[in-house]
């Protein structure tokens, strides 16, 4: 037999091996199915009064009324709540354990040559023990930002998984935050005016680098400002790929933020944004989104004195893209609370159906993820938590979470202490026994 034909004949057998192989993997994925749930689809789908979920190998197979079928998992969901994951916003979990002790945290730089270019995801933690507490209460991925250090450009942010894998980012790059008001003024010569000043220079130097890239590189160009990978880095904005997600409270600030987005040609958003309900309209017209925490209307500074429990509810009935923020000092340690800052939202004249999509589909459809991520679907990644109750009532708990298909771990630093520590017959708690 020449060697040309037992080539020609092996070809068919590896084929039909490769196929033998692919079958017996399909037929090998893991299924679970959820059974009798109130589920929120968070799609066309609405809301399923008792229904049920099928999951196969990490994606959402079907969603029905009544499944009839059987699976490797099933689990009961009567008298339960099943809805995606939450996905916490411009947060530091993964980039700090202790706030007070700058060995811990890795969230801002004071590099004069990295503002809009500082990047954190390749030095996310994934056993920093804030993963695990935020994932068993809810939370199945989140979008990491610098916070503000010596610039009015705190950096880059990423979209993270939380399920403990050191592989754990899901997309970088997705916006460039920086500041504006009172905090940015005192950094960039004492005026808001010198730090609109310099918000046009970065971008106008962005557009200088691209269009004059090779001479600048290379020395034969007048110098800049800005360094050279932050005019990279800025390139995302000005081709309008990524948002500037810029912190202002004052409505006044908001709208000379507003106007400096359409000179400049940009897609702007809006973080804490205490005064937004003032120029609800404006910021509707703009198409700009705004990043609210809905239990924060005590003011702190003279920026925001208009700060109110319902900016939220007012800024959704106007048509404003809104996303929901974790609480002040607890929205790394404790983003999770964010459903209970959602439950405010509606308590203050809020849709639910909105306030459960703020931190859950617009986020997912705002950062680029919602043919995949944030609802109940056919085909879509099988993030989700079963709640006991209401997920937005403060007494109510999550029972399971999964992530990609499989059931996570719920535990947590939390119950690692109380389970060492309820039992008084055990040697591990002679320390405070009478």
Do not use: C
């Amino acid at each position: 037999m020449s060697l040309l034909t037992a080539k020609t004949l092996i070809k068919p057998i590896v084929a039909t091996l490769s196929v033998i192989s692919l079958m017996v993997s399909v037929s090998n994925a893991e299924t679970t199915l959820i059974k009798g749930a109130k589920i929120h689809t968070m799609s066309p789908q609405g809301v399923l009064e008792t229904g049920d979920v099928l999951i196969e190998d990490g994606v959402i197979k079907s969603v029905a009324d009544d499944l009839s079928m059987q699976a490797d998992n099933i689990i009961d969901g009567k008298g339960k709540v099943l809805t995606p994951g939450i996905f916490a916003l411009i947060n530091q979990i993964g980039l700090v354990e202790l706030g007070s002790l700058d060995q811990t945290a890795d969230m801002a730089t004071e590099n004069e040559e990295q503002g809009a270019s500082f990047r954190v995801d390749k030095v996310f933690n994934h056993n920093s023990t804030l993963i695990p507490v935020n994932r068993s209460n809810g939370v199945t991925r989140t979008l990491i930002a610098p916070s503000l250090g010596y610039y009015i450009f705190a950096g880059r942010g990423a979209i993270m998984s939380l399920d403990g894998d050191y592989n754990a980012l899901i997309a970088k790059d997705v916006a460039i935050f920086a500041a504006f008001g009172e905090r940015a003024a005192d950094m960039s010569g004492g005026s808001r005016a010198s730090t609109l000043h310099q918000l046009n220079q970065a971008l106008d130097e962005a557009r200088i680098y691209k269009n004059n890239r090779s001479a600048i590189e290379l020395g034969e160009f007048r110098e800049l400002h800005y360094s050279i990978d932050d005019l990279r880095a800025l390139q995302a904005v000005i081709d309008k790929k990524v948002p500037l997600i810029i912190s202002a409270n004052r409505e006044s600030d908001l709208l000379t933020l507003l106007d400096f987005a359409k000179q400049q040609n940009i897609n702007i958003a809006f973080a804490g944004a205490a005064e937004a309900w003032r120029v609800a309209k404006q910021i509707t017209e703009a198409d700009a989104a705004v990043f609210v925490d809905p239990m924060d209307n005590l003011p702190s500074s003279f920026e925001s004195l208009g700060k109110r429990y319902d900016n939220a509810a007012i800024l959704s009935k106007a048509g404003v893209k809104v996303m929901f923020l974790g609480q002040g000092f607890l929205d790394s340690h404790n983003a999770y609370t964010v459903r209970q800052s959602a439950g405010n939202a509606v308590a203050y004249g809020m849709d639910y159906d909105k306030a459960l999509a703020a931190m859950i589909t617009m986020p997912a459809s705002y950062f680029g993820g919602d043919d995949a991520y944030g609802k109940i679907a056919e085909g879509f990644k099988a993030e989700l938590v079963l709640w006991s109750g209401d997920p937005l009532e403060v007494t109510t708990l999550s029972e399971q979470v999964w992530i990609d298909g499989k059931a996570t771990s719920m535990e947590n630093r939390s119950t690692k202490l109380r389970d060492r520590y309820k039992a008084l017959d055990t040697d591990k708690n002679t320390g405070y026994r009478k």
